[in-house]
Every structure is written in C-alpha cells, then in structure tokens.
C-alpha cells in the first residue's frame, strides 16, 4: 500500500511538476490574502478593510478608516460604533473650505447610499476613537463594532498601520483610495 501512495504523489513527469508547484502557489496566494485582507459583510453592506493609524506616546485619539459599499436596494447609515480599546467612538468629517481644514463630528451618523460607496479616509470621512486605554501600535490588531441604522451591529477588526499611514499597507503604491482626501496634515487628532 505504502509504494502505492508514494507512486500517486510522485509526478509523473514535467508537466505534472509544475501543475504541483502551480497549485501550491495559487494555495499559498489565496492563504496570504485571507490573513491580510478582512472585510465583512452584513446584508447588502460590505465593509473593507477597516484600519487605524497607529498612534504617538500619550495619544489619547485616534483614527480609524474603512470603505463601506451597498450593494443592496435601500439605503442605511452609519451611526457609529463600539472599541473596547476606546472610551468612545464618534464619526468626524474633515474638509478643506476656502483654504481652511475643518474638522466637525457627525452627530446624525453617515448616509450610505443604495448602490453606492462612502470612504473613511485620511483627510475626509473617519472614525474618531477618543478616550484611548492604550496606545494603538502598528501590526496589532483590536476588536471592534460598527453600528448601522438597519443593519444593525457589524462585529470588525482595526487593523493597526503605521503612524501618519495615508492607506492601509496592502494598497499603499496603488494609489490613496479616499474619495474624500485633501492633503490634510495630522494635527494630532487623527483625522
């Protein structure tokens, strides 16, 4: 039985050979992409890839980001959320208007449009965590919740980024996915 085993695990020949080493990459691949990427999904809401910035000694906020995309037939809204590694999460909006950067929090949470994508990102649209129990350090990773006005709570995870990250690590060099990114400095409020 064992020289049988060992003769069906054996390539035959080259072509055999690199169908082998094809599937263990592919397998590899699809493994590596499951330990980096972590989105979620909730009804026809899909949440990606949420991240905060990790944060300097003494911080006592910091910011988190994600993209948010629904692909369902109505609308929902993002009213905010839950960090046990925080005293309190909040929903803030940072633009730039006639050459100033404001910074204001979103009370009434964030529409989400049927069919459409909303992005927190640096500069633009985040996720305020106030009252920090600990400081956030780059390649940890905290349990968290987003609160939706229909879908309800959406358990996720924070992936901590470097301090003064602009993307997470994962789409650094393809571009900064923020819709609403304007350059703006951290003034070390997180936004």
Do not use: Q
Not at 8 to 28: D, K, M, T, W, Y
Not at 138 to 151: M, N, P, T
């Amino acid at each position: 039985m064992p020289s049988r085993l060992s003769r069906l695990l054996r390539p035959a020949g080259i072509e055999e050979s690199i169908g082998l080493f094809v599937l263990a990459v592919a397998l590899l691949l699809a493994l590596a992409s499951a330990v980096f990427a972590h989105d979620y999904a909730a009804g026809g809401l899909r949440i990606e890839h949420p991240w905060a910035r990790a944060t300097p000694a003494g911080a006592k906020v910091a910011g988190g980001y994600l993209v948010v995309r629904n692909t369902g037939a109505a609308a929902d809204r993002l009213l905010g959320g839950e960090a046990p590694f925080a005293g309190g999460v909040e929903l803030h909006e940072m633009k730039v208007e006639n050459g100033v950067m404001t910074m204001r929090p979103l009370a009434d949470g964030v529409d989400v449009p049927a069919g459409g994508t909303v992005t927190f990102a640096p500069g633009g649209y985040h996720v305020m965590f106030v009252d920090l129990k600990a400081g956030l350090v780059a390649g940890e990773r905290h349990a968290g919740a987003l609160l939706f006005e229909k879908a309800g709570r959406v358990e996720v995870e924070w992936a901590v980024e470097a301090l003064g990250a602009r993307a997470p690590a994962a789409a650094e060099g393809h571009g900064d996915h923020g819709a609403h990114d304007h350059d703006a400095h951290d003034h070390g409020h997180g936004g």
